[in-house]
T-cell receptor, first 113, second 114 residues
Framework: DTGVSQDPRHKITKRGQNVTFRCDPI?????LYWYRQTLGQGPEFLTY????????KSRLLSDRFSAERPKGSFSTLEIQRTEQGDSAMYLC???????????FGSGTRLTVV | AQSVTQLGSHVSVSEGALVLLRCNYS??????LFWYVQYPNQGLQLLLK??????LVKGINGFEAEFKKSETSFHLTKPSAHMSDAAEYFC????????????FGTGTKLQVIP
């Protein structure tokens, strides 16, 4: 069990560019979550996958955001046409069915300049 | 929908003193409750959780929390603060049964003074 891995740890991008983040959950975990955290705030829910199915999306997830989890393993979160307001820490977490409590990755910190 | 309110965005305690971080929840049904800790530039780590059973829950690093339904509270305590406890602490809530999204509070930053 190597924990939840996120890549990259840091990303600086120019406004208008597209970015993609990757999350590798714990292998036995079938549930995967993306959260966004801005400075001084708690994590805000973005989306949830059970296996490969995306079962819930927050209204925070605008049309510029898309997430996938092909084959129910790793997941990607893509932000198109980034804006300065997208600057935040993007956290991925996973859990197994019936086990309440997430295991978080270290996050990807996005800075849009 | 569930929510939590953390009282005090910053708490300072002396090393060796009692740590008390306050959390109140709002839920129309009995919820599941969690405390997470976050160190700078890191993800969140689960400290403890209440699902069912005993209302006093013990977690890692000497922390514990008590679920008080009458007070809708789930305060986090530690008898004696250590310098390594300095971090940000998040209370969180979810519904029960099947998949239920976890909703986090805004966090309390704990400072430990030597």
């Amino acid at each position: 069990d190597t924990g939840v891995s996120q890549d990259p740890r840091h990303k600086i991008t120019k406004r208008g560019q597209n970015v993609t983040f990757r999350c590798d959950p714990i292998s036995e975990h079938n549930r995967l979550y993306w959260y966004r955290q801005t400075l001084g705030q708690g994590p805000e829910f973005l989306t949830y996958f059970q296996n490969e199915a995306q079962l819930e999306k927050s209204r925070l997830l605008s049309d510029r955001f898309s997430a996938e989890r092909p084959k129910g393993s790793f997941s990607t979160l893509e932000i198109q046409r980034t804006e300065q307001g997208d600057s935040a820490m993007y956290l991925c977490a996973s859990s197994s069915q019936g086990n309440y409590g997430y295991t978080f990755g270290s996050g990807t910190r996005l800075t849009v300049v | 929908a569930q929510s939590v309110t953390q009282l005090g965005s910053h708490v300072s305690v002396s090393e060796g003193a009692l740590v008390l971080l306050r959390c109140n929840y709002s839920s129309s049904v009995p919820p599941y409750l969690f405390w997470y800790v976050q160190y700078p530039n890191q993800g969140l780590q689960l400290l403890l959780k209440y699902t069912t059973g005993a209302t006093l829950v013990k977690g890692i690093n000497g922390f514990e929390a008590e679920f008080k339904k009458s007070e809708t509270s789930f305060h986090l305590t530690k008898p004696s603060a250590h310098m390594s406890d300095a971090a940000e602490y998040f209370c969180a809530v979810s519904g029960t049964g099947g998949y239920q999204k976890v909703t986090f509070g805004t966090g309390t930053k704990l400072q430990v003074i030597p």
